[in-house]
């Protein structure tokens, strides 16, 4: 599944299957629904719920850090895998810029 987040205030972020799933659960909205809207009013609580889902992935990854360190087999570079603070960055973009410039987020449409 393809989702392409949009608002007039900035680029489209697009996202694939898991990762937009990962979105939505974050931002508090059905994943399984095809179609979605944060509303302007609803910016401010989609931020802050995205935030801490960020710094929640960087503290969990921070711990799994130690281990990755001691395992020389370990992918890094290019190789290694993406995270979900990773693949947050660009909607949480989205939706500071969207809040500033009073625009909604939308999905699906």
């Known amino acids: 599944m393809l989702t392409t987040f949009k608002s007039a205030a900035g680029a489209d972020v697009i ?3 898991d990762a937009a799933r990962a979105m939505f ?11 979605g809207i944060v509303t302007v ?3 401010p609580e989609a931020i802050e719920r995205l935030k801490q889902a960020i710094a929640a992935d960087k503290a969990a990854r921070a711990g799994d850090a130690d281990d990755v360190a001691e395992d020389e087999d370990a992918p890094r570079g290019m190789a290694a895998p993406v995270s979900f603070a990773q693949r947050a960055w660009p909607l949480l973009d989205l939706l500071e810029l969207a809040h500033k410039e009073g625009q909604p987020v939308v999905w699906g449409v």
């Open 15 to 17: 996202m694939l299957g």
């Open 25 to 35: 659960a974050a931002l508090g909205k059905d994943p399984d629904s095809p179609t």
């Open 41 to 43: 009013e609803q910016l």
